[in-house]
């Protein structure tokens, strides 16, 4: 393949991988106006849906160049009936504007944990979506006393447990590519600052290049139950996911009793799909989380 066509379908791919899986799609939620609060130097934008009921909030966290609406519109209206839920754009996402710092997973784990120590919350639960779900994982490692149980979705803990080609496509990103795409629509429609857009590429772009690795031993320390969602043909490649799975003390010999981690991969779905398989994932996610469907 010639070098220039390589390096476009290298970009498409990488577009695809930021999508947040839906961005594709209209919103499905209503427009809801939401709330900032001034964290670490962000204005950080976050939204209320449902009611207390009990349960620790459940916090949403979204996938890269994505929103709260692109990312969980399909499921959000769905996961409020069953408890408090508090969804969180990150910086230079949705509705939050850049700031002139670079984006990284643990800058990102400590505003959302501010923003919830703002909100007066001392424990929560956490479902995250790709760059969410390393997030949520992030806040795992560090903040075990917040963390009730996680949710993470298409996440791995090291980078080369990505797909062959997904980081070398990530590089090459441009943001003329989005042109004409729901992502840049979507940007346009949102940010305060909409003329942030190239800049916030960039900041994704090195934000991938400096990915952490976890240990085996910071994965097997985490101490709440944590539920992982894969796709069966995600960008994460399903040996990394499985082994995840196996140092949160997964894959037992099940008549001897089962592990606190939970396992769930989505049969003929991408990464980009996942929020297509609604109707699969809510019972898996309430019934981790503790709410049944009969309790809707």
Known sequence: MHKTVAAI?????????LSGCGSSAEPTTTVHPGH????NGLNMYYEVHGEPNGLPPLVLLHGGLSSIDSTFGKILPDLAKTRQVIAIEQQGHGRTADID???RYQTMADDTVALLNTLGIRKADFFGF???????LDIGVRYPELSRKLVLTSVGYDPRGAQPGLHEGLAQLQPQVF???????????LSPR??????VVERVKDLDAHAPTYSPEQIRSIQSPVLIIAADNDIIRPEHTIEMYR???????GTKGMPAARLAVLPATSHLTVFDQTPLLLPIVLDFLGVSEAGR
Not at 36 to 39: G, L, N
Not at 179 to 189: C, I, K, Q, S, V
Request: zero cysteines.
């Open 9 to 17: 379908a290298a970009a498409a791919l990488a577009v695809g991988i």
């Open 36 to 39: 900032y609060a001034q964290v």
């Open 101 to 103: 710092r670079p984006l």
């Open 130 to 136: 790709s760059d969410g779900a390393t997030i949520g």
């Open 179 to 189: 042109e004409g795409t729901p992502f840049l629509a979507e940007y346009n429609r």
């Open 194 to 199: 909409p003329e942030d857009f190239p800049k």
């Open 247 to 253: 140092l949160l003390g997964g894959g037992v010999e």
